[in-house]
């Protein structure tokens, strides 16, 4: 039978409250016309950021009977996509999903989830890291924001760095195995500077080309949008975009999130919200079309050189 809609395995937790993992991948890769099949890693009454007192409930040993009712019929999927696991035992069952489901006509795609602003997480340590390494070795992309960059290469976390150290750091991470690197959250080389941006800079190991995407530093924060980045970027390159429309995307997005949300006198803690900007997904053309115009603006001017 031909796949009619293409299916992402999502092993990530669920949280009841709060928009991060689960409850914002399911809407958003749904939104772009993709099935979710989930496998549980945890559910939690709430996310864990900015809420005290939460229930939290262990699915490692569940997930093993899940998976292994998924090998007996066969199941088949276009994605494998990761976050946040909560053990080393989770990262091991993570890694063998991967190489039973895994194959060269799918991607699969690890967000190494272990900290954010220079800390790793509460509930993450030293043997995280270790094994978290390892894992990234058998993506073909990776996402980490640019403190999980610094702890998978145990590297110091600088709040400026150089475009060059960037690009260093990218083709370091890139040699542990992934295929494409991407790192979200990177600081500007003057963290003080009036035009401050956040960037996310992308590394394809194969084709040994950078991008970079940037966007004015909005001051505020907001738990889950690294899921909801991740998840842009994987719909929109399983709907057939090339990488850097699918990064132009997943920032554009995100973007629209935060400005919808800054405006509203809301606890942050409840993530961005998401709900106001689903729609804006189900408009993929723009991004191409605003792409092929770049590229011939630059073709343009080209030829303008050449002859003037």
Known sequence: MDNIVKK????????GYGRSSLTSIIPILSSMKLQVCPVPTAVLSTHTGGFEGFSFLDLTDYMEQHIAHWKKLGLEFDCIYSGFLGSPRQIKIVADFVDFFGHKNNLTVIDPVLGDNGRLY???????????????????????????????????????????????????????????????????????????????VAYDRENNVFWKVSCKYIPASYPGTGDAYTSVVIGSLLQGDSLPIAIERGVQFITQCILASYGFKYPNREGVLLERMLDVLKMPNYFKQLWTFKKWLINYKGIMRYFL
């Open 8 to 15: 992402v395995a999502a092993i990530h937790d669920l949280s």
């Open 122 to 200: 509460g509930t993450m340590g030293n043997e995280m890291v270790e094994e978290m390494k390892k894992l990234i070795g058998k993506a073909d992309i990776i996402t980490p924001n640019f403190t999980e960059v610094t702890f998978l290469l145990d590297k110091e976390y600088k709040k400026e760095i150089s475009e060059s150290e960037v690009k260093e750091c990218l083709i370091e991470l890139a040699a542990m195995g992934p295929k494409i690197v991407i790192a979200t959250s990177v600081p500007d080389e003057d963290s003080h500077s009036t035009d401050r941006k956040t960037n996310v």
